[in-house]
């Protein structure tokens, strides 16, 4: 192994400690902080009755298969506003004491992962995450839309579907749907149940059988 890939593994390696450590004990390190006790977050998502409501009304259909789909058929991070583009204002909105530079990029400032409950210093620690995933949409209907419709959903601010996270957690969740993750902080899993049926429900995107139990499971004890 190179000395480049050494310390990309060792610092993946380290982050990775540093997940586990704030999930299992949420203590302070040199990039680990406490969660702040006010914290911005995406669009409130309707309640869990509305939810369970919404989440009768989708529907229930097993997943089309995800040939074809590409990420470049759902395009961003698009131009908000200036210079600042659709992963900026999430990770402004997401932060607390957010400083950007004349080119939107964060540089400073904190952010609390809601997934995990870790608080990170670096703007590169944290991912974007589509609430429900880019390829599980394609596979529950966007295969079917228009460009601009896929871009539309990939950037959609106005409903609960963008939210910044830990990025190893985030690349752990990959493309999969409630039957198969949910946050490791159960906590939030709640929120989450609400947040995936708000958005589904809103771009009229179908679910499947197993997809369906898991978050009647959870909307049920919400």
């Known amino acids: ?3 480049v890939y050494a310390r990309r593994a060792s610092r993946r390696a380290v982050r990775r400690i540093a997940v586990l450590t704030a999930s299992a004990a949420l203590t302070g390190t040199s990039i680990l902080l ?3 006790t006010a914290q911005a977050s995406p669009p409130t998502p309707v309640s869990a009755a509305t939810a369970r409501t919404y989440l009768g009304q989708l529907t229930e259909r097993a997943e089309s298969s995800s040939t074809g789909y590409s990420r470049d058929k759902f395009p961003h991070w698009i131009t908000q506003s200036g210079a600042c583009n659709t992963r900026e204002v999430v990770l402004k909105r997401d932060g607390t004491n957010v400083q950007q530079d004349s080119s939107c990029a964060a540089v400073s400032g904190s952010w609390y992962s809601e997934y995990d409950g870790a608080t990170w210093t670096a703007a590169s620690d944290l991912d974007i995450d589509h609430v429900v995933a880019l390829a599980e949409a394609w596979r529950s209907g966007a295969s079917g839309w228009t460009t601009a419709q896929r871009q539309s959903f990939a950037n959609d601010l106005s409903r609960p579907q963008l939210i910044a996270v830990t990025d190893n957690v985030n690349q752990a969740k990959s493309d999969l749907d409630p039957a198969e993750w949910l ?3 159960t906590a ?3 929120m989450y149940a609400r ?3 708000h958005v589904k429900h809103h771009w009229n995107l179908t679910v499947d ?3 369906k139990i898991a ?3 959870v909307l049920n004890n919400c």
């Open 183 to 185: 946050p490791p902080r």
């Open 215 to 217: 978050l009647q499971g």
């Open 1 to 3: 192994m190179s000395g």
């Open 209 to 211: 059988s197993a997809e």
């Open 195 to 197: 947040m995936w049926v």
């Open 34 to 36: 406490t969660a702040p």
């Open 188 to 190: 939030y899993r709640c």
